[in-house]
T-cell receptor, first 111, second 117 residues
Framework: DAKTTQPTSMDCAEGRAANLPCNHS???????VYWYRQIHSQGPQYIIH???NNETNEMASLIITEDRKSSTLILPHATLRDTAVYYC????????????FGQGTRLTINP | GAGVSQSPRYKVTKRGQDVALRCDPI?????LYWYRQALGQGPEFLTY????????KSGLPNDRFSAERPEGSISTLTIQRTEQRDSAMYRC???????????????FGPGTRLTVL
């Protein structure tokens, strides 16, 4: 599985957009980018995924660069409940089904 | 069921004792995964099943760890002769299909906090 690099921590003001970057420079053509988050001591929660096109759902938007070497998760209007550790994961297609979590980014939303 | 459930939620045991951790996946989910999470770290893969077949156990740290899913539903992770370094949060997840697809979301349970004294 390709390795991802994320900032250790970030802060964002409540109501603002939170932009979380992820580098995955060794991603291969059949690997998808997934984002999960973990709020406090709860289990990880799926947010969004994408291959090469930008994606949006009710939780977030995912912007993947054209060369696919990096991506950005966008929480458009962050709330205090979005405070969590956010994990960017690249997943092999057709290979093992496990998720390989890195250190993630600890996002703190400030009132 | 409504979600993945795990029991017990907390387990305190003495070094050298065996423990069994249970996972009840979402009804109808074919795939079941076990992860271990140390404090301040991301979850670390241990093993996973499709139906009752253990597909990958490469993450099990040593032969004291084993897992089974005999009827393709509930799974048990067993740790024999526990050691203090086994203390961690053990998380179970399940997903709907066996096919590797981009939409194969894993749903995680609340975890079992294991403390080995």
């Amino acid at each position: 599985d390709a390795k991802t690099t994320q900032p250790t921590s970030m802060d964002c003001a409540e109501g603002r957009a939170a932009n979380l970057p992820c580098n995955h420079s060794t991603i291969s053509g059949n690997e998808y980018v997934y984002w999960y988050r973990q709020i406090h001591s709860q289990g990880p929660q799926y947010i969004i995924h994408g291959l090469k096109n930008n994606e949006t759902n009710e939780m977030a938007s995912l912007i993947i660069t054209e060369d696919r070497k990096s991506s950005t998760l966008i929480l458009p209007h962050a709330t205090l409940r979005d405070t969590a550790v956010y994990y960017c994961i690249v997943r092999v297609f057709g290979g093992a089904q496990k998720l390989v979590f890195g250190q993630g980014t600890r996002l703190t939303i400030n009132p | 069921g409504a979600g993945v459930s795990q029991s017990p939620r907390y387990k305190v045991t003495k070094r050298g004792q065996d423990v069994a951790l249970r996972c009840d996946p979402i009804s109808g989910h074919v795939s079941l995964y076990w992860y271990r999470q140390a404090l301040g770290q991301g979850p670390e893969f241990l093993t996973y099943f499709n139906y009752e077949a253990q597909q990958d156990k490469s993450g099990l740290p040593n032969d004291r760890f084993s897992a089974e899913r005999p009827e393709g539903s509930i799974s048990t992770l067993t740790i024999q002769r526990t050691e203090q370094r086994d203390s961690a949060m053990y998380r179970c997840a399940s997903s709907r299909t066996t096919v590797i697809r981009s939409t194969d979301t894993q749903y995680f349970g609340p975890g079992t906090r294991l403390t080995v004294l």
